[in-house]
């Protein structure tokens, strides 16, 4: 405020405490961040409570925009998540192997509500396949381990996977996990009868 010459600033405003601020913030409803920078331009946003509370409430309980406005408890659609390359920092430091442990994380309640439980659909234009995102693709895949040949014919036909192209398609989107070869006739050499035996087709 000082030093661009103006007085609405943290030190000449009484701003609520941030229980107080936050709660009203809440019934306001608003979903994204957007909404929110977009409702502090509005004639009426309220005089008490300031318009860049992660900077004003930093050490006073401020965690993010989405515990602000009350977003975690919004559903899927309407929150506000972390950018890709931030949440993917995150998740490669779990040391995650595969679709299984990653489910099993987003069920744990560990996860952050900012970071997606279906990254693919959310970060579409980031999304490379799950291997990426778990931060597996760095092993090298002659030293990975694979699950056996009865498990991964069983998951083939319990997901219904209809041809080896569908599998390949599948297996760069990161929707097959990383503990089932993507070329399994190699790897599976010796229990291998064909596609229509591993797809369960006639």
Do not use: M
């Amino acid at each position: 405020g000082d030093f661009l010459s103006y007085k609405n600033n943290f030190k000449t405003n009484v701003y609520l405490d941030f229980d107080k601020a936050k709660e009203i913030v809440i019934k306001k409803r608003l979903k994204s961040r957007n909404e929110w920078i977009l409702f502090t331009k509005d004639k009426n946003f309220w005089h008490n409570i300031p318009k860049e509370p992660h900077l004003y409430y930093a050490k006073d309980g401020f965690i993010n925009y989405n515990d602000w406005l009350g977003s975690d408890r919004l559903g899927y659609k309407d929150r506000i998540y972390r950018n890709f390359h931030q949440a993917r920092k995150l998740i490669r430091t779990l040391n995650l192997k595969n679709q299984n442990e990653w489910n099993e994380y987003c069920k744990s309640g560990r996860k952050p509500n900012d970071i997606p439980s279906n990254p693919d659909k959310k970060y579409k234009n980031n999304w490379i396949n799950l291997a990426d995102w778990l931060g597996t693709d760095t092993i090298a895949t002659n030293l990975r381990v694979y699950k056996s040949f009865a498990e991964a014919k069983t998951f083939a036909q319990k997901n219904k996977i209809k041809s080896q192209a569908e599998w390949y398609k599948l297996y760069e989107q990161g929707k097959i996990p990383n503990d089932f070869p993507k070329i399994v006739y190699h790897t599976y050499k010796k229990e291998w009868k064909g596609w229509a035996d591993f797809l369960g087709k006639k």
